[in-house]
């Protein structure tokens, strides 16, 4: 019985630091000897007590009964509630010690998969806050708070809360709304409000078929074509690629993405269903390095530099810094806010420099520095690492020449900077000289930034990077 | 002429097992051997089976018993002095399993006999009940299967869509019908059982009237009339869209959306078939639970694996007061009172309603107050060997009642054991019925079968004599064989008193439970304690593992006779 009872602290410091403040609870099979474990001591005063997911297909339970009443101290590895799925009765017991405070859901009561159940408090001066609690979450226990991961359901507000959301669509004022057996379960698996449909069944019946329309599901309608099926399933593009299996190879390990390598491979996912296209350009540099050789005293560095160099260029062509967020229509973003990515413990993150074409070179690297070791500290409040309009991205420093960068949904353009390098030159006189280049390359969205824009931008970085003294001003 | 033809088919291969000159003998001098009929046609269920598969040997095996049993009758006729007394030594009211049971083992026990059956021989359970059902959940049983795409997979199957036709399924489960309604026939004939048409009517003591004017008499006379599907007030039944299980069972149409009032085994079985054909079910129990009368445990575990996963919801704790059929274009309407407060509480609108909240004894124009019996509820009253006690609390002699008439175990089974525990008094030979050795059995997939008490009438009856009660269980999930089948889904429960090894109850849910119920049932009827039967062996890997694993994790406390007599736990 490897699935867990989490209870969480009902705060809302979280960050991108995961779950360091989870708890959790260990159902064990109603028969079987409970092992103890060790527990280690959180600081957190009043936790919550969530409904555990028992089995992979269950979506609620019903509290068989609690063993523990309100104001009984809990220790470590006692029963506290058995819990009812749709596979079978668990005691669930606690990994940590404290008084259970509430019953937030009663015997007999259900509850879906992750709503409160109860409040643990550690000491009992807590109880009385735990309670106060318990009283202002009682009543929405029903609803559920979403699970973070699925995609936009709509609101459910099941049982208790149905008579709140207007009927207006039924014509005949109190029509009584009929669904049938398997509607219903599947409206509760999909968290479809039935009293909001209208049934194309006979006799005006909720049928199925509607629920799955309403929860956005193909129909699969009955005596599923197991072979058929399947054939389509690999026949199909598949963007959401479930389907595939690729040969396992022996002795490989599978290590399970972070929260952070989630989130990258969710956008980099998205990221597919931009159309973009990329433009190169040359830049001589080395007007660049002599003035960082200046300034690098003085703790400007190297990214300063070229975001600065960026945002002054974006700040002549507005349209590189818009952002395409309906496919109808261009965002103009009112500041020029430079992400740049950074590598970090495994992952990769784009703390972001707001105002760069404002802000001077100097506060810039200062502002760059703090990011920097925020990120270390995995301190970066959303606002530092989401409020890009533009991202910047050097592999230059490894010796890359050029390389091709993928857009970051929700942003126009992103400029893969490669290494600066002595190279050949050939003037219009047929003088040769040895310049340092470098290549700069920008990945676009075409729905608002055609190639003719990109040129022009990167003309006026060229020439910026060219001219360097204005960075300093 | 006949016996002569039975003598040539009855070629010496018939008999295997003795010695064909002594068939002969017997045959036709009446020899006292009791050995000719093969011990395992006695049991109705499995002679049914012998005719079915192979009817011409079976037929050559019964043929040679006919002369015996006349020559035998006339024996013991001129011997009691009493020839020309009566018609017949026995006259059983109705050709069911219950009369069918009876008249085979009178045939055996040298009666002169004669059935009446005023409709159909077979009766509910052949013509409306368990037989066309079974053929309607072995459909179901296989389109489940192959509608489960996931548990295909895990056989590395691949099977395209399943589909069926409604009128072929009818069409099979008629057939079986039919085809053990004319092996039964052919059994009692077979063996000079007579079998008269019309109805019967108990005219006085020992005396019937069949048909219109055809009297009878009869030293000893069975009512075996059965039972008809019972219908609460308020429910109009057209046999179109509320209709009862003798109309279900022709499968004239799936409804999208049936409810089933009861939630007994006809209800539940009829909700696997009907979820499999496609429809959806709602239930209506009046109890506050679903399945009452099975144990709560096993029950709690059928009702995960049976309804909840299903396309079946289910309203409990009411009744259905009025179900009208649809008519005018308008769905059946089902309304539901609060079973405590009798207070509307639901209209349902559904395709269809199936009625079965469970079946009333067909017992009138029996005649019954030509001897003074009383029905109650339309059940005749009996005492525990099937003796019909009149109204003034009296025994009438002569006159037994078996079967769902008598009210005391409505099943086809019990029915022909009591025939048979009747015959053998009617015989001389004092014979009490133990009830709690009739297993019973419902067909779902997987199938639910029990026998003896469950767990709370087994606390309750140890609260009262004082003994103590353990539970022991097993699941399916530990077999070898089930984890192949890929149904691992299952439970076998044993109730037993732990001081002296008693077994009080066995429920099973699981694959085939409805076979693996009877070495439990044949231990309570021969008294075996469990510190015996655990040293049985059991083939390996087979699902009778469950029930050893069962017997061999109980923990009781006598007569550990041997070292391997401690419980292994599993």
Not at chain 2, 249 to 272: Q, R, T
Request: proline letters at 6%; charged letters at 20%.
């Amino acid at each position: 019985m490897a699935s867990l009872l989490q209870s969480r602290v009902p705060s809302s410091s979280s960050s991108l630091s995961s779950s360091s403040s989870g708890i959790q609870w260990r159902p064990s099979a109603a028969l079987s000897s409970r092992p103890r474990r060790r527990i280690f001591t959180v600081q957190a005063k009043i936790r919550e007590i969530f409904m555990p997911a028992l089995s992979s297909t269950m979506t609620e339970g019903k509290i068989v009964s609690w063993i523990k009443s309100e104001g009984d101290v809990l220790s470590k590895g006692e029963s506290v509630v058995v819990v009812e799925s749709d596979k079978a009765d668990m005691d669930v017991e606690t990994f940590y010690d404290g008084i259970l405070a509430a019953i937030v859901v009663g015997e007999g009561e259900v509850a879906p998969v992750g709503a409160p159940i109860g409040l643990l408090a550690e000491t009992e001066d807590e109880i009385a806050e735990a309670k106060a609690k318990a009283k202002s979450t009682g009543s929405s226990s029903q609803s559920v708070p979403p699970p973070a991961a699925s995609p936009p359901p709509p609101p459910p507000p099941p049982v208790s809360a149905a008579p709140l959301t207007p009927a207006a669509k039924v014509a005949d004022g109190p029509r009584k709304i009929v669904a049938t057996p398997y509607a219903k379960k599947l409206a509760k698996q999909h968290k479809v409000d039935i009293n909001s449909l209208v049934g194309t069944g006979n006799f005006g019946r909720i049928t199925p078929a509607d629920i799955e329309a309403a929860a956005g599901i193909p129909p699969k309608k009955s005596a599923p074509v197991a072979s058929v099926t399947l054939a389509a399933e690999t026949a199909a593009p598949a963007p959401k690629a479930s389907a595939t299996t690729f040969p396992e190879i022996p002795g490989s390990t599978v290590v399970p993405f972070t929260t952070m390598q989630s989130a990258v491979s969710k956008n980099m996912v998205e990221s597919l269903s931009v159309p973009t296209f990329r433009v190169g350009y040359p830049v001589a540099t080395d007007a660049l390095d002599a003035l960082y050789e200046k300034v690098k005293p003085k703790g400007v560095t190297m990214t300063a530099l070229l975001a600065k160099a960026a945002a002054m260029a974006l700040a002549q062509h507005p349209v590189v810094n818009s952002t395409c967020k309906d496919g109808k229509s261009f965002t103009y973003n009112c500041s020029i806010n430079i992400a740049v990515a950074v590598a970090i413990n495994g992952g990769l993150i784009t703390p972001v420099l707001q105002d760069a074409d404002k802000l001077d070179l100097y506060l810039l690297s200062k502002k760059w520095k703090e990011l920097v070791e925020k990120a270390r500290a995995k301190q970066l409040q959303p606002n530092d690492y989401n409020s890009g309009t533009f991202t910047l991205s050097n592999l230059g420093m490894f010796g890359v020449d050029k390389f091709d960068a993928i857009l970051p949904p929700g942003q126009g353009a992103i400029m893969a900077v490669g290494a600066s390098k002595p190279t050949v030159v050939a003037d219009a006189d047929g003088f040769f000289s040895v310049k340092s280049k470098m290549l700069v390359n920008v990945t676009a969205d075409h729905r608002i930034i055609y190639g003719a824009d990109l040129a022009a931008f990167l003309q006026t970085f060229s020439k910026i990077v060219e001219n360097p003294e204005s960075l300093t001003m | 002429m006949q016996s002569m033809l039975s003598l040539s088919l009855s070629s010496p291969s018939s008999i295997p097992r003795s010695d064909p000159t002594i068939v002969a003998d017997n045959v036709f001098f009446a020899g006292s051997s009791s050995s000719i009929v093969p011990r395992s046609l006695r049991l109705c269920g499995l002679r049914r089976e012998v005719f079915g598969l192979q009817s011409s040997n079976a037929s050559r095996i019964v043929a040679p018993s006919k002369p015996r049993r006349v020559n035998k009758v006339s024996a013991s006729l001129s011997s009691n002095g009493s020839p020309s007394k009566f018609d017949y030594d026995l006259v059983i009211i109705g050709a069911g399993v219950g009369g069918h049971g009876a008249a085979l083992h009178a045939v055996e026990k040298g009666l002169k006999t004669a059935v009446i059956e005023g409709d159909v021989v077979g009766g509910t359970c052949v013509n409306r009940g368990c037989v066309p059902s079974k053929a309607l959940l072995a459909v179901s049983g296989r389109m489940r299967e192959l509608q489960n795409e996931h548990h295909l997979k895990a056989f590395g199957l691949q099977v395209a869509a399943a589909g069926y036709d409604r009128q072929a399924v009818a069409d099979h489960a008629n057939n079986l019908a039919s085809k053990i309604r004319s092996n039964l026939t052919n059994s009692m004939k077979a063996l000079g059982v007579d079998i008269l048409t019309g109805i019967g009517t108990i005219l006085g003591p020992q005396k019937v009237k069949y048909g219109t004017d055809n009297v009878i008499t009869a030293k000893d006379i069975i009512i075996a009339t059965g039972s008809v599907p019972s219908v609460p007030k308020g429910i109009e039944v057209d046999g179109k869209t509320v209709i009862t299980s003798d109309h279900a069972l022709k499968l004239e149409f799936v409804p999208d959306w049936i409810a089933i009032v009861g939630s007994g085994y006809i209800g539940l079985e009829f909700s696997d078939v009907y979820t499999a054909l496609g429809s959806e079910v709602t239930f209506v129990e009046a109890l506050d639970q679903l399945m009452p009368g099975f144990d709560p445990e096993i029950g709690k575990l059928a009702q995960r694996v049976l309804i909840n996963p299903r396309k079946i919801d289910f309203h409990t704790g009411v009744f259905a007061s009025k179900i009208t059929p649809a008519k005018d274009g308008k769905p059946v309407t089902i309304e539901l009172v609060d079973a405590k407060t009798k207070g509307l509480k639901d209209t349902l609108e559904v395709d269809a309603a199936l009625i079965a909240t469970g079946r009333a004894p067909h017992t009138k124009g029996l005649g019954l107050e030509n001897i003074n019996v009383e029905t109650q509820r339309g059940f005749v009253p009996v005492d525990e060997r099937m003796r019909v006690i009149d109204a003034k609390g009296k025994l009438v002699p002569h006159l037994y009642c078996i079967g769902d008439a008598n009210g005391k175990m409505m099943l086809a089974h019990a029915a022909s054991a009591q025939g048979i525990s009747v015959v053998e008094q009617v015989c001389g030979k004092d014979h009490v019925l133990n009830h709690l050795s009739i297993p019973a059995a419902c067909f779902t997939h997987p199938e639910i079968s029990m026998v003896g008490l469950t767990e709370p009438q087994a606390r309750e009856k140890a609260e009262k004599e004082g003994f103590e009660v353990s539970v022991a269980k097993t699941s399916f999930k530990a077999n070898t064989k089930a984890l192949a089948e890929n149904e691992g889904e299952g439970l076998a429960k044993l109730i037993y008193r732990p001081d002296n090894g008693e077994i009080l109850g066995v429920h099973i849910f699981g694959l085939h439970a409805a076979d693996l119920i009877h070495e439990a049932s044949n231990a309570i009827a021969m008294g075996n304690r469990i510190q015996d039967i655990k040293f049985a062996v059991h083939a390996h890997p087979t699902l009778s593992e469950v029930l050893d694993e069962l017997f061999k994790s109980a923990k009781v406390k006598v007569n550990i006779s041997s070292a391997v007599g401690e419980a292994v736990a599993v």
